[in-house]
């Protein structure tokens, strides 16, 4: 297969995975299982998860994903981020989705049109700028903040944050939507203050570069990593081999040595809850949305 169609089957099978995502969560399921239902569904599609299975609750905005053994479980009233990564030989699709099992509400279809309207106005050759200004005019529309410190990104092979960003609110970017490249398409509001800060937790990393270390359990944890293509890989996935407060020291040495990279979960800074959506694009002679 080309990258057109690595990317379009990628998107597929990504749509496939939000679709279950919206039926399995519910009231009282722990997020544990469903990221893992999740993943297991990718793999067995015959994709690789291009990142862990992302389950934001409420004012958590992303990069919160179950560590092993986690029972937080869903209520009926949170606003569940569920963001999932497919690749086909490295060619990444990334879909999201707003769950509130208590019924969609104002924040979460603000959200689902504050994508409609950036796909709008994608065309090929058409400036990144655009997006920004209708997503943040949608926002303002329903009396929602877009969060101005989460963006969209350019995706390449084995690589989920390529090149530059696609910025949620107004900006003078002068970059084009360009053919033959694929793009993640991300807004998020909220009825808070519009930013987002790191909360100190982390749960996810990607492998940056190999260091000597006498610490066979960060070998083995570099090693792990680097099986990943230096796609993201959670920590729950290796909590199974390396556990308790060996793994967390031997992260923390990592981190430190700039061998991993941490996504810290990131939180909205008033405590306000956050929706998100998203799809990937891919240009063409005209946009194709992989995740639809």
């Avoid at 986690?70 to 990564?85: A, C, L, P, R």
């Avoid at 969209?152 to 053919?179: Q, S, W």
């Avoid at 308790?244 to 306000?272: C, D, F, T």
């Amino acid at each position: 297969m080309d990258a057109r169609e690595c990317y379009i089957q990628a998107g597929t099978i990504a749509s496939k995975a939000r679709m279950l995502a919206t039926k399995i969560v519910i009231p009282g399921a722990r997020i544990l299982d469903i990221a893992e239902q999740i993943e297991k569904m990718i793999l067995d599609e015959g994709a690789g998860i291009a990142f862990p299975v992302n389950i934001s609750l409420n004012s958590t905005a992303a990069h919160y994903t179950p560590f092993f053994g986690d029972e937080t479980k869903i209520s009926e009233n949170d606003y569940v981020k569920v963001d999932i990564g497919v690749h086909i030989e490295g060619y990444i699709a990334d879909t999201a989705v707003t769950i509130r099992p208590a019924g969609k509400d104002r924040l979460i279809e603000c959200s689902e049109k504050m994508l409609e309207a950036a796909l709008g106005v994608i065309k090929p050759g058409s400036a990144v700028s655009e997006v920004g200004e209708v997503v943040e005019k949608v926002a303002k529309e329903y009396g929602f903040s877009v969060v101005r410190n989460l963006s969209g990104h350019c995706l390449e092979r084995y690589d989920l944050h390529a090149g530059f960003i696609i910025p949620n609110v107004k900006n003078n970017m002068t970059e084009k939507f360009e053919k033959g490249h694929a793009y993640a398409i991300e807004p998020f509001c909220t009825s808070g203050s519009g930013f987002v800060k790191d909360s100190g937790n982390v749960l996810i990393f990607s492998f940056l570069k190999n260091a000597p270390s006498r610490s066979p359990e960060c070998r083995k944890i570099l090693e792990i990593a680097k099986s990943y293509n230096n796609l993201p890989f959670a920590k729950r996935w290796i909590e199974r081999e390396i556990h308790g407060a060996i793994l967390e020291n031997s992260l923390r040495q990592l981190i430190a040595m700039n061998a991993l990279h941490p996504y810290y979960v990131l939180k909205e800074v008033s405590g306000a809850p956050v929706a998100q959506a998203e799809h990937t694009i891919f240009v063409d002679d005209e946009i194709i949305v992989t995740t639809k």
